[in-house]
């Protein structure tokens, strides 16, 4: 172990002794990225440590920041930040219905690192990399593969195709995480998007207020907001450990400079598949102005069976959550359906029956009440 990361781990202790602790860069290299890193930090398991061997050699990328290191439990392997981010032996069992790539991305590809998968929006992939891998990662099949951050001269082709095809209306900058990039290269970036008037909305979807969110300071969020009139910030929580002080002044920030921010919580076995758990993680958000936007059942990447629940699980907690949550704190409950064919909403059944005008719903009181569409209007006289 490098004495960088032994150092690091020191601070993971007891934060409060170091002021590099609030440094996103330092935050960024002292992540732990191999198995002896690993073991040092953490008690490991067999089957982690099996994984995280695999992990290293087969090529889909360990990192695990110290801030993200601090929301761990060092000596349990059910810890539900530890199952996020650390490997296990599972990922190597494959199961009925896994793909490299689930949303068919490369199949919708219309420029390099552009996918256009709906009619006015398109996924423009700025880099590969993140601050910490999530082992569910919908990209782990380009995720850390040595391009790092895409220059603006490899995004042309990307830019160009933008140009001529304006019924895109949005653009997702996604990756990789695209907030672990330099401030400049962001701006010249979100610049060069700025330029097409016509794009209604530049999301930006990171994980950065979670894993590295340091990285969140008020140069970043004068960038964002200078560079279009509508940039929304899609973060990622799944659970509300995760909703550190840090992670709060980073939406905070965010927010306040006038930046609306929407969360998509992914649900993951043993990781937040209880009701409790995600009206706590939703509860939480709202009081940060973070709005709950979809609850995501995991996409069928190759290798995370074993952190994939059955549709059923989040049709059951969407059916006891609701009422007992604000409607702004409830999101939708999605499937993005495998090979890019789109996002489907699921949900509990709620119309019992729906005949001749005469329809019978159930609240979430599980009462069916009667609900009756006006008259039909008579038809208007043409000779009038």
Request: proline content about 7%; aromatic content about 4%; some cysteine.
């Amino acid at each position: 172990m490098s004495s960088s990361v032994s150092r690091a781990l020191e601070i993971v202790r007891d934060p409060a002794n170091s002021e590099r602790w609030d440094d996103w860069r330092w935050q960024a290299k002292r992540a732990l990225r191999s198995v002896a890193e690993l073991d040092a930090a953490l008690r490991l398991s067999p089957a982690e440590r099996e994984g995280a061997a695999r992990a290293e050699a087969e090529g889909f990328p360990i990192a695990i920041t110290p801030h993200t290191l601090s929301l761990i439990d060092r000596d349990d392997p059910s810890c539900p930040i530890r199952r996020q981010f650390v490997p296990t032996a599972e990922e190597a069992i494959a199961v009925p219905g896994d793909l490299r790539d689930p949303l068919g991305e490369e199949t919708h590809e219309v420029a390099p690192n552009l996918v256009c998968r709906y009619p006015d929006r398109a996924l423009l992939l700025a880099t590969d990399r993140c601050a910490v891998y999530c082992r569910f990662c919908t990209r782990s099949r380009m995720v850390g593969d040595g391009g790092g951050p895409r220059s603006l001269a490899k995004l042309e082709e990307a830019f160009r195709w933008l140009e001529a095809n304006r019924q895109v209306r949005e653009v997702i900058v996604s990756g990789g995480d695209p907030l672990v990039m330099g401030t400049a290269r962001i701006a010249r970036l979100l610049e060069r998007l700025g330029q097409m008037r016509w794009l209604d909305t530049v999301r930006i979807a990171t994980r950065a207020p979670v894993t590295i969110p340091q990285r969140i300071d008020a140069e970043l969020c004068r960038v964002l907001r200078a560079s279009h009139p509508a940039v929304w910030v899609m973060t990622h929580f799944n659970h509300p450990r995760e909703l550190s002080e840090a992670s709060r002044r980073a939406c905070a920030l965010l927010v306040d400079h006038g930046l609306p921010v929407m969360n998509q919580t992914v649900l993951l076995r043993g990781v937040n598949d209880r009701t409790e758990t995600l009206e706590a993680l939703f509860r939480g958000l709202v009081r940060w102005r973070v709005r709950p936007y979809y609850l995501l059942q995991a996409d069928v990447v190759r290798g995370t069976g074993h952190l994939r629940t059955p549709i059923a699980t989040g049709i059951h907690i969407m059916k006891r959550l609701q009422g007992r949550l604000s409607g702004i704190a409830l999101p939708k409950l999605i499937c993005d359906t495998p090979n890019g064919r789109g996002k489907v909403p699921i949900g509990p059944k709620t119309m019992v029956a729906s005949e001749g005008g005469r329809h019978t719903l159930r609240t979430f009181r599980g009462e069916e009440v009667v609900y009756l569409d006006p008259p039909t209007a008579p038809a208007e006289d043409p000779s009038a």
